[in-house]
């Protein structure tokens, strides 16, 4: 064998030895995640809500750690040859055959596109080195179902309440079974009787798998007849006196909510996700497949899915990216294409005087939210590095705010913008123009929701720091978000004080603060001044959540925080979806 062949056979090796390790990292990976995930069952079954939190952090971290780890192998393997595209090129065709034959093999090209663009530090997608695929069906290579449990009536609904029930036991027995299957039994022919006309039930199809979030475990499927159906949700939850059902939904509405962009994400053990998440998207059809991805724990493959999702919409859509409606941000600068439904944020090169924070500040900030528990109030923010969008797609107004206010981060390359750093937020509309439009009962019942937004952020130890309007959006099904992360903290990190009673009358005439503000000082009753309520919503809030502007119940909620209290805040509201409090 000649010296050109030996090397040609050396290099075909060492091709192949670093694409099955990526394969073999990607699989690591993936069964820590499982491994991680798969404890969600004993953490509900012990009440070990703790465990659950530390659990959702550690699952989060992994993949960076995979994705660094795997860089740094392939620089030693590559050696000087680390950069080479040839190389790379063929170790991607290498791994796709590899991987071809895999479930969700979606998953493993993600992680290798993570690894090269991590190596190259690519701007914008480099075909060669990375998977790209921007017209590919995420779901069109799912050609298997999920597997479920399939009920049939056979002339009770309560029959077959009770074999669901039966079904899925856990460590903890129930608290009263009867009264559990009666309960669901109830909803269901409530349900099927709604509308004036009714219903007959052919069977209930519920996914193996349970899905735990938090405190709760949930049963996930459908239940349908001849002609329709109806998503079905059992949420259960776990007492010192046992398990018992806590709530049941039956419409888009409320189970979309439960999978929402403002939850923390499930755990639930999935040896092939796209079958869910096309299960998932018949039941939820108005869901992106982006967020079903997200929510699921693969945040990773969310990332893939929407960027694959706005560059699909930007081939058959001709508006034009523009500044956000609303207030400008102090920090950020936020743009929109009305077309499509989410919103883009950029940190700002320079921020005001009256904005004490740094770039790092704000990056730090949008990490934590990124790792907490998210309650339902707080948006999740995927961030994108090195994107490149077409310069056309732009007005001149926004390119102009770019190019001036974030010029550090938005490079203009001819034909297209450049941009280093931003976040992506599915879009809702600013509370403040929201109840301005809005008819006098949805502006009531938006202020309420907004109220009892703070205090289902206080209750994850969250302090919005800025409580203006503007801060918070409007989902479309009326959940109160909040979206503006700039001065977020924690509220054990905080010091709610009362305003010090004046000592000489020229104390109050002055204009500016006569007493000493510290950095974490926080003054509840000032809260009332700067929201901008007119006098009807101002006294809808007042009477439903006054404590909210005492320094006392924040510190009651620090006290529980600290004591190791669990405020709990669930995906479900007695106004929207039957909740069994009497059970409880």
Known sequence: MNQTSTRAR???????????????????????????????????????????????????????????????????????????????????????????????????????????????????????????????????????????????????????????????????????????????????????????????????????????????????????GRGWALPFVVALRNQDSGVLVDAIMLEQATVSVLFSFSRSYFHVDLAHVGEVVKFLKEILPLKPVSELYTVLGRAKQGKTERFRELFRHLQHSEDLFDLAPGEKGLVMVCFTLPSFDVVFKLIRDKFPFQKNIQRQDVLEKYDLVFKHDRAGRLVDAQEFRLVKLPKSRFSPQLLEELLTETANTVHDEGDELVIDHMYVERRMTPLNLYVRTATRDQARKAVLDYGQAIRDLAGTNIFPGDLLLKNFGVTRHGRVIFYDYDELCLVTDCRFREIPQAQHDEDEMRSETWYYVGDNDVFPETFINFLGFDPELKQVFLEAHREILTADWWRGVQQRLREGDLLEVLPYHKHRVRVFSSMV
């Open 10 to 224: 050396a290099r075909e090796e060492l091709i192949s030895d670093c694409a099955q390790s990526l394969v073999d990292a990607f699989a690591d990976y993936n069964a820590e995640f499982r491994a991680i995930t798969q404890r969600a069952k004993q953490r509900f079954e012990d009440r070990d809500w703790r465990g659950s939190q530390r659990d959702a952090v550690e699952r989060i971290d992994l993949y960076r750690k995979y994705v660094v780890g795997s860089v740094e192998q392939m620089r030693h393997k590559l050696g000087d040859d680390v950069h080479e595209r040839g190389v790379w090129s063929s170790i991607k065709r290498r791994f796709a055959e590899i991987i071809d034959p895999l479930p969700d093999s979606e998953f493993p090209k993600t992680f290798f596109s993570s690894v090269t663009r991590t190596t190259f530090d690519t701007s914008g997608v480099d075909p060669a080195v990375e998977f790209v695929a921007l017209d590919l069906d995420p779901l069109g290579s799912v050609t298997t179902n999920v597997e479920t449990k399939v009920y049939a009536n056979r002339g009770s609904v309560e029959l077959l309440v009770e074999e669901l029930l039966a079904d899925f036991r856990f460590r903890t027995p129930y608290r009263d079974f009867d009264l559990s299957v009666r309960r669901v039994t109830e909803e269901i022919k409530a349900a099927l009787d709604s509308g004036g006309e009714r219903r007959t039930i052919e069977q209930l199809e519920v996914i193996k798998e349970v899905f735990y979030q938090m405190t709760r475990a949930y049963l996930v499927g459908r239940i349908s």
